[in-house]
């Protein structure tokens, strides 16, 4: 079994900044994808942004510019900097992620975080 724990969340007033962390542990072989999606109130789960295996990245055009995500494959964590917030940005923020267990790939969602950008 997989466990992700998300941290970094909170409130930020806009211009402002935040990092978010997912860690994953339990029965890992090899991390695939990590990603990071974001879902605000009344609206469906989006895509915010990706890192394969061998750092290639992707970014929601929404939020291009502004987050980096990264990753430490020694602590199988991915982290999402977001800078200069917009109230737009507003959301729950959950980490996903693209597991091999030795046996199979699964994809794990993590238990989400508030992200609230407001003055």
């Known amino acids: 079994q997989v466990q992700l724990v998300e941290s970094g969340g909170g409130l930020v007033q806009p211009g402002g900044s935040l990092r978010l962390s997912c860690a994953a542990s339990?029965?890992?072989?090899?991390?695939?994808?990590m990603a990071w999606y974001r879902q605000a109130p009344g609206k469906q789960r989006e895509f915010v942004a990706v890192?394969?295996?061998?750092?290639?990245?992707n970014y929601a055009d929404s939020v291009k510019g502004r987050f980096t995500i990264s990753r430490d494959n020694a602590k199988n964590t991915v982290y999402l900097q977001m800078n200069s917030l917009k109230p737009e940005d507003t959301a729950v923020y959950y980490c996903?992620?693209?597991?091999?267990?030795?046996?199979?790939?699964?994809?794990?969602w993590g238990q989400g975080t508030q992200v609230t950008v407001s003055s």
């Open positions: 996903n992620v693209d597991i091999y267990s030795g046996k199979y790939n699964e994809v794990y």
């Open positions: 339990g029965s890992i072989f090899s991390i695939n994808a």
């Open positions: 890192i394969i295996s061998g750092d290639s990245t």
